[in-house]
């Protein structure tokens, strides 16, 4: 998963240096490749992060609830 990641952000800064200003270039950037990869990482990642709370629950050294 991670090599389709840096690929992503690979291609979106190859696309970005095309732009013919440093603003449209760093909005480029950021709108079609940061924010899209945070997002598929954050929601691919969710059930790994349930997994680990539930370890973390059953093994007795959980955070509190707040």
């Given at each position: 998963m991670y090599?389709?990641?840096i690929a992503w952000v690979?291609?979106?800064?190859?696309v970005a240096i095309?732009?013919?200003t440093v603003f449209r270039g760093v909005v480029t950037f950021v709108a079609a490749g940061i924010f899209p990869l945070?997002?598929?990482l954050y929601l691919?990642?969710?059930p790994q992060?349930?997994?680990n709370r539930l370890?973390?629950?059953e093994s007795g050294s959980g955070e509190p609830d707040q």
């Open positions: 090599v389709v990641a690979y291609v979106a800064l190859m095309t732009q013919p945070a997002l598929l691919l990642g969710g992060r349930r997994r370890r973390a629950r």
